[in-house]
């Protein structure tokens, strides 16, 4: 039968390849996608890691998270990316179905190199959005167009979305995606980070909970861990479990 290239690929995003993924999590099927992105003419790729079976149904827990090498790859500090990752990753196959939607635009979408820049300013003493302002970009470039059409690829009819980011519910809901309700993935700061997460709380409207100052806090082993999260397992011999598995 012939389709229409616009009916296969809404938006340029195109369903490439699929395997089975064995995670420190579960077992999760990583889907991956090319964009075609609009500016630039390149093509990046991005993953939906699918737990279990979410074709056509409602109310899927999705966590819709931008690429961070920095935390993710290189166990940096400032950010809490990669534990909010795995948070999500537990929480889904705890709950026996969703999907970590993963697209590629490091530095909330501003890029690598920007992204060091933007660091430097802060170790000046700007705050995150102060010094993407001083490099000319904006605070937040991250744009979901390829996660609404990966939700359509799998006839997601609406979403549970994993975030502490309203802008991302108001992203997602102005391309169409159909967000049933919001839970939260609350990382508690270290003391590298507790600056960039109170900027987020008080200039970017992430709906985070407010660490004092003073409150003891240290690194992952000091991290709040969600009563769901908890149950998943993602405690801290999880995370040593997972550090061990590489
Ligand atoms: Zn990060």
Redesign the pocket.
Known sequence: MHVPPRVIRPHDTVWMAAADLPTAHGAFEANVFHHVDPASGSVKEHVALVFGDIRGRAKVPVRVHSE?I??EVFGSLK?D?KQQFDAAMAEIAQRGFGAVLYLRQEGRGIGLANKMRAYELQAMGHDTVDANRLLGLPDDAREYGVARDMLAHFGVASVVLLTNNPEKIRGLEALGVVVASREPVHIAPNKFSRGYLETKRLRMAHQLPHHPANEATAGLEGAERPARAARAGLARGHVKRLAGAE
């Open positions: 961070c920095t935390s950010c990316c």
